[in-house]
C-alpha cells in the first residue's frame, strides 16, 4: 500500500496524539521483537512530557509526520538546536506505518539543515533496537561512544553501600545564573554546550529536575549531575564529570535523593571502574545506547552522562 504523508512542525493540539504514537509505537516494536514491550507500561499518559518538555525548550522545531488524507500523525521526530550542535531526540513511527520511509524523511530534513550551518547532528540510539540504529547508519551517523543503561531500586533507607569519596561534598544547584557555568564546563569537557538546557532544569517550571554539583577547594567545577524526578521519567543526566571519582559522588548523592524510586541512567561502558561500583550499589543492566553523530566532533574528555529527556549524545 502506498503511503502518502507531508511533514509539519508538531503543535501543541498534537500532545495528545504525539502521546499516544510514542506509546504506541514503542510498546509494540519493543513486543514484537523482544517482548518487552511492558517496560513502557500500560499507559500514554507519562509520554505527554516528552512533547511538553521539547515545545518549552524548543518551540516550533519537532517534526510531525502527518497522513495526507486523514491528517492523522504518523511520525514524530524532536529536534534540538544547540550552540555546537543540533541534537535528534526520541523518533518514532506509528507501528502501521513504519518501514516506510517516514522516519527517514522527518531525519533528513535535520541533516540538511545542520549540514547547510556546518554543524554535526548527534544523538543516542538504543542498540537493542536493530530499526533505529540502522536507520540513523543509513543517514551516516557513525558511533562514538558506547552506554549502558543502568537500573537501580534505591531503598527507602538509602542505598546500603557507603558514600565514595567526594559524596558529602556534592550540593545542589538552584540559582539560574548558574547555567552558564555549567555550560561552559560541558563545553570544556565534553566539546558541546547547550546554556539554554541548563537554565531550562534549573527554572524547573516544566518536568520536576534537581541540579548537583561537585566543586574543588578552590571553587572549580569538578562535575554536575541533571536528576528527573518527574513520576514519567525518573532517570538521572544529563552530566558530565572530569573523572571516574568525581562521577560516582554525584551518582551516589544524586540517587540518595531519589530513595524509593527505581531511575535510569547511562555509564560509559569504557567507565569501567565506575560501571563497577554501580553494580556494588545493585545497579542492572537494563538497555544498551550508542552516541551516535553525523558530521566531526569535537573532542571530549572526562565522563558524560546523556539522557532521553531532552536528548544529548
Ligand atoms: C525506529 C523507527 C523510528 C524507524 O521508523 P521507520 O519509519 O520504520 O523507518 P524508515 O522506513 O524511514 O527507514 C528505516 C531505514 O532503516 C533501514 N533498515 C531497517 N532495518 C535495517 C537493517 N536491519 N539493516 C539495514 N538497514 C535497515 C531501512 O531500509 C530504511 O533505510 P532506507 O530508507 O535507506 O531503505 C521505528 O521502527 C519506530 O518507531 N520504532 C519504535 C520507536 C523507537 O524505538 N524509536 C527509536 C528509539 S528513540
Given at each position: 500500500?502506498?503511503?502518502?504523508?507531508?511533514?509539519?512542525?508538531?503543535?501543541?493540539?498534537?500532545?495528545?496524539?504525539?502521546?499516544?504514537?510514542?506509546?504506541?509505537?514503542?510498546?509494540?516494536?519493543?513486543?514484537?521483537?523482544?517482548?518487552?514491550?511492558?517496560?513502557?507500561?500500560?499507559?500514554?499518559?507519562?509520554?505527554?512530557?516528552?512533547?511538553?518538555?521539547?515545545?518549552?525548550?524548543?518551540?516550533?522545531?519537532?517534526?510531525?509526520?502527518?497522513?495526507?488524507?486523514?491528517?492523522?500523525?504518523?511520525?514524530?521526530?524532536?529536534?534540538?538546536?544547540?550552540?555546537?550542535?543540533?541534537?535528534?531526540?526520541?523518533?518514532?513511527?506509528?507501528?502501521?506505518?513504519?518501514?516506510?520511509?517516514?522516519?527517514?524523511?522527518?531525519?533528513?530534513?535535520?541533516?540538511?539543515?545542520?549540514?547547510?550551518?556546518?554543524?554535526?547532528?548527534?544523538?543516542?540510539?538504543?542498540?537493542?533496537?536493530?530499526?533505529?540504529?540502522?536507520?540513523?547508519?543509513?543517514?551516516?551517523?557513525?558511533?562514538?561512544?558506547?552506554?549502558?543503561?543502568?537500573?537501580?531500586?534505591?531503598?527507602?533507607?538509602?542505598?546500603?553501600?557507603?558514600?565514595p569519596q567526594g559524596?558529602?561534598?556534592?550540593?545542589?544547584?538552584?540559582?539560574?545564573?548558574?547555567?552558564?557555568?555549567?555550560?561552559?564546563?560541558?563545553?570544556?569537557?565534553?566539546?558541546?554546550?547547550?546554556?539554554?538546557?541548563?537554565?531550562?532544569?534549573?527554572?524547573?517550571?516544566?518536568?520536576?529536575?534537581?541540579?548537583?554539583?561537585?566543586?574543588?577547594?578552590?571553587?572549580?567545577?569538578e562535575?554536575?549531575?541533571?536528576?528527573?524526578?518527574?513520576?514519567?521519567?525518573?532517570?538521572?543526566?544529563?552530566?558530565?564529570a572530569r573523572d571516574e571519582a568525581t562521577a560516582a559522588a554525584?551518582?551516589?548523592?544524586?540517587?540518595?535523593?531519589?530513595?524509593?524510586?527505581?531511575?535510569?541512567?547511562?555509564?560509559?561502558?569504557?567507565?569501567?571502574g565506575l560501571?563497577?561500583?554501580?553494580?556494588?550499589?545493585?545497579?542492572?543492566?537494563?538497555?544498551?545506547?550508542?552516541?551516535?553523530?553525523?558530521?566531526?566532533?569535537?573532542?571530549?574528555?572526562?565522563?558524560?552522562?546523556?539522557?532521553?529527556?531532552?536528548?544529548?549524545?
Amino acid at each position: 500500500m502506498n503511503l502518502s504523508f507531508t511533514l509539519r512542525p508538531l503543535v501543541p493540539s498534537d500532545h495528545e496524539a504525539a502521546a499516544r504514537l510514542l506509546h504506541r509505537s514503542l510498546v509494540t516494536w519493543y513486543q514484537s521483537r523482544l517482548g518487552q514491550g511492558a517496560r513502557f507500561g500500560d499507559s500514554h499518559e507519562p509520554f505527554r512530557l516528552f512533547p511538553e518538555v521539547y515545545a518549552s525548550l524548543d518551540p516550533g522545531q519537532a517534526v510531525a509526520a502527518v497522513d495526507a488524507d486523514s491528517g492523522d500523525l504518523l511520525g514524530v521526530c524532536f529536534v534540538h538546536p544547540r550552540e555546537t550542535h543540533v541534537a535528534v531526540g526520541i523518533v518514532a513511527t506509528s507501528p502501521e506505518a513504519q518501514g516506510r520511509g517516514v522516519a527517514r524523511a522527518m531525519v533528513s530534513p535535520v541533516l540538511d539543515d545542520a549540514r547547510r550551518r556546518g554543524l554535526p547532528v548527534r544523538l543516542v540510539s538504543s542498540l537493542l533496537n536493530l530499526d533505529s540504529f540502522s536507520l540513523y547508519s543509513r543517514l551516516g551517523f557513525v558511533p562514538h561512544t558506547f552506554y549502558q543503561d543502568l537500573a537501580i531500586s534505591v531503598p527507602v533507607a538509602g542505598l546500603a553501600a557507603a558514600p565514595p569519596q567526594g559524596a558529602e561534598r556534592v550540593h545542589s544547584v538552584t540559582d539560574v545564573a548558574e547555567a552558564a557555568r555549567l555550560a561552559d564546563f560541558e563545553q570544556a569537557w565534553q566539546g558541546i554546550r547547550r546554556e539554554r538546557d541548563y537554565a531550562f532544569f534549573l527554572r524547573n517550571q516544566v518536568g520536576a529536575w534537581d541540579v548537583w554539583a561537585l566543586e574543588d577547594a578552590a571553587g572549580a567545577l569538578e562535575g554536575f549531575l541533571v536528576a528527573s524526578q518527574h513520576p514519567s521519567c525518573v532517570m538521572l543526566g544529563p552530566g558530565v564529570a572530569r573523572d571516574e571519582a568525581t562521577a560516582a559522588a554525584l551518582l551516589w548523592r544524586a540517587l540518595d535523593a531519589m530513595r524509593g524510586l527505581s531511575p535510569v541512567f547511562l555509564v560509559p561502558c569504557a567507565a569501567a571502574g565506575l560501571v563497577q561500583q554501580c553494580y556494588a550499589w545493585g545497579a542492572r543492566n537494563v538497555e544498551l545506547h550508542a552516541a551516535q553523530a553525523s558530521g566531526p566532533i569535537s573532542p571530549s574528555r572526562g565522563i558524560a552522562f546523556p539522557t532521553f529527556l531532552p536528548e544529548t549524545g
